[in-house]
């Protein structure tokens, strides 16, 4: 893939902080959040300043609101 090709998927309009980059911890984090979701369990996200809890929870909960109409916006 090319840098043309991201450039031309990427929509402009949005800020970049509500873009969530997938990695290992995030996809690991956000599997465990929507487990205890699922079972009526609160989750909660512990760690140093900076390291992405509110990026990972957005990510999850936008997820969450597009794909069920279980959830509210």
Request: negative net charge.
């Given at each position: 893939m090319?840098?043309s090709?991201i450039?031309?998927t990427?929509d402009?309009?949005?800020s ?9 911890n995030?996809i690991s ?14 989750p909660?996200?512990?760690g140093?300043?900076?390291c ?6 957005k990510?999850?909960?936008n997820?969450l609101?597009?794909k069920?109409?279980?959830y509210?916006?």
């Amino acid at each position: 893939m090319s840098t043309s090709d991201i450039i031309s998927t990427l929509d402009t309009s949005r800020s970049i902080s509500s873009y969530t980059i997938p990695t290992v911890n995030t996809i690991s984090a956000s599997f465990l959040m929507r487990q205890f979701i699922e079972i009526n369990h609160s989750p909660i996200l512990v760690g140093a300043a900076g390291c992405g809890k509110t990026q990972i929870i957005k990510g999850l909960l936008n997820d969450l609101v597009s794909k069920s109409d279980e959830y509210i916006q």
